[in-house]
């Protein structure tokens, strides 16, 4: 199983799905169209291979690279929500706890590049979750006062990009360049505005730019004490 295509099409097997119950239960962030696209090429991958491989239950280090063994590390509620089609209202985003990858700030950035393969190496430590959160979900640790008062230097933010975002949500994105801000959607009749939480900040309401992506939704701040 030297290729992406190959090992997605024998994860997918495993699991007894087909391509549209797969995408389904991954909670429909890429299409059926997609999928079968990633099980033709040999490509080098997808940005959502933690989900894939999480609704497979597979390794999604075997799964991204082809090293370790296919069933290594994998979680027991997908083995319970593939058993029927009843259960696939059971998405990826909101159902484990466990410990999530912290990631440099240039990291985020890559993370929502379109072919960016998310790899365990990639994170310099982990931290634990104590909310729900899919398998995507990363740590970021804030940098500056943009976000202050709610928000302080230091804290780790918990970013789960499986969720949709709403208005008022605070999320990542990232802008055509690559770089990754971290900002409070507001979404208006007159438009998609990113806004610092900091009422000192400079230009702390701005317009959406052309081009950006919003990389996760924030679902839990904390300061790691010990």
Same mark, same amino acid.
């Given at each position: 199983?030297?290729?992406?295509?190959?090992r997605?099409?024998?994860?997918?097997?495993?699991?007894?799905?087909?391509?549209?119950?797969?995408?389904?239960?991954?909670?429909n962030?890429?299409?059926?169209?997609?999928l079968?696209?990633?099980e033709?090429?040999?490509?080098?991958?997808?940005?959502?291979?933690?989900?894939?491989?999480?609704?497979?239950?597979?390794?999604p280090?075997?799964?991204?690279?082809?090293?370790?063994?296919?069933?290594?590390?994998?979680?027991?509620?997908?083995?319970?929500?593939?058993?029927?089609?009843?259960?696939?209202?059971?998405? +990826?985003?909101? %159902? /484990?706890?466990?410990?999530?990858?912290?990631?440099?700030?240039? &990291?985020?950035g890559?993370m929502? @590049?379109?072919?960016?393969?998310?790899?365990?190496?990639?994170?310099?430590?982990?931290?634990?979750?104590?909310?729900?959160?899919?398998?995507?979900?990363?740590?970021?640790?804030?940098?500056?006062?943009?976000?202050?008062?709610?928000?302080?230097?230091?804290?780790?933010?918990? +970013?789960?990009? %499986? /969720?949709?975002?709403n208005h008022?949500?605070?999320?990542?994105? &990232?802008?055509?360049?690559?770089? @990754?801000?971290?900002?409070?959607?507001?979404?208006?009749?007159?438009?998609?505005?990113?806004?610092?939480?900091?009422?000192?900040?400079?230009?702390?309401?701005?317009?959406?730019?052309?081009?950006?992506?919003?990389?996760?939704?924030v679902?839990?701040?904390?300061?790691?004490?010990?």
């Amino acid at each position: 199983m030297n290729t992406y295509a190959s090992r997605l099409k024998l994860a997918r097997k495993h699991a007894g799905l087909t391509q549209s119950q797969l995408t389904e239960l991954c909670g429909n962030v890429f299409t059926q169209q997609n999928l079968s696209l990633l099980e033709k090429t040999d490509g080098k991958g997808s940005k959502f291979t933690l989900q894939i491989a999480n609704a497979c239950g597979v390794n999604p280090d075997w799964l991204a690279t082809g090293f370790g063994d296919m069933l290594e590390q994998t979680p027991v509620f997908s083995r319970q929500v593939s058993q029927k089609l009843g259960d696939y209202n059971v998405k +990826v985003g909101n %159902t /484990i706890k466990g410990k999530c990858p912290v990631i440099s700030w240039v &990291r985020a950035g890559d993370m929502c @590049a379109p072919e960016h393969v998310f790899s365990f190496n990639d994170a310099e430590e982990w931290r634990e979750c104590p909310v729900p959160h899919s398998s995507s979900t990363f740590v970021l640790v804030v940098i500056g006062d943009s976000m202050h008062p709610e928000y302080i230097e230091g804290w780790d933010i918990f +970013v789960d990009p %499986t /969720i949709q975002p709403n208005h008022n949500d605070d999320v990542i994105a &990232r802008d055509e360049t690559g770089k @990754a801000t971290f900002k409070r959607l507001q979404i208006t009749p007159e438009g998609r505005y990113l806004l610092a939480l900091n009422p000192e900040h400079p230009e702390r309401k701005i317009k959406v730019p052309e081009g950006t992506t919003i990389c996760g939704v924030v679902i839990y701040s904390g300061k790691k004490r010990r």
